[in-house]
T-cell receptor, first 113, second 115 residues
Framework: GENVEQHPSTLSVQEGDSAVIKCTYS??????FPWYKQELGKGPQLIID?????GEKKDQRIAVTLNKTAKHFSLHITETQPEDSAVYFC????????????FGQGTRLTINP | GAGVSQSPSNKVTEKGKDVELRCDPI?????LYWYRQSLGQGLEFLIY????????KSGLPSDRFSAERTGGSVSTLTIQRTQQEDSAVYLC?????????????FGQGTRLTVV
């Protein structure tokens, strides 16, 4: 089955700097890669997703890149703000078209003012 | 409702007791998922429903865990003879099924503590 590894487990950056979180996946048949943000006491919320037919997707300060050959994808947050502090999870579907998502272990991002 | 609703939000139970966790998905969402999140860990898949059937229940940890969904809406996750290692946050999510992956909306979870 699919295995997703996420790094780093914790990340601390100065407000205004950029943050990058990286994930690798094992199943080359996976074709859907969402990123979720989880704030304390809340359920995860989708912030951006990418499908395997594109290499990059941007939404304002957030971007995701996908390298299918290397089987890794990354989340980039630019101009970080205190409200970006949260736990971020990457995920991949178990195989093409599968509804089951396999999640990484999460990255706790702290933005220092 | 506006989002996925889970109840109770917190549950403390004694070891050996049975518990039922409820999930009300977003109206019209045919796909429903249960995940488990242990302290400081990622999300562990438990089971997936499409309508009332469960094509993938591969993540249920043992036969003490079961889930059902009725009327294509509400789902109940039942844990029998609870153990301390069952303590975790149980998250439910729902999505519209279109043949390819769409956004899964999560509830706030039920925090289960087995004492």
């Amino acid at each position: 089955g699919e295995n997703v590894e996420q790094h780093p487990s914790t990340l601390s950056v100065q407000e205004g700097d950029s943050a990058v979180i990286k994930c690798t996946y094992s199943d080359s048949a996976s074709n859907y890669f969402p990123w979720y943000k989880q704030e304390l006491g809340k359920g995860p919320q989708l912030i951006i997703d990418i499908r395997s037919n594109v290499g990059e997707k941007k939404d304002q300060r957030i971007a995701v890149t996908l390298n299918k050959t290397a089987k890794h994808f990354s989340l980039h947050i630019t101009e970080t703000q205190p409200e970006d502090s949260a736990v971020y999870f990457c995920a991949a579907n178990e195989n093409q078209g599968a509804q089951k998502l396999v999640f990484g272990q999460g990255t706790r991002l702290t933005i220092n003012p | 409702g506006a989002g996925v609703s889970q109840s109770p939000s917190n549950k403390v139970t004694e070891k050996g007791k049975d518990v039922e966790l409820r999930c009300d998905p977003i109206s019209g969402h045919t796909a429903l998922y249960w995940y488990r999140q242990s302290l400081g860990q990622g999300l562990e898949f438990l089971i997936y429903f499409q309508g009332n059937s469960a094509p993938d229940k591969s993540g249920l940890p043992s036969d003490r865990f079961s889930a059902e969904r009725t009327g294509g809406s509400v789902s109940t996750l039942t844990i029998q003879r609870t153990q301390q290692e069952d303590s975790a946050v149980y998250l439910c999510a729902s999505s519209i099924y279109t043949g390819q992956n769409t956004e899964a909306f999560f509830g706030q979870g039920t925090r289960l503590t087995v004492v």
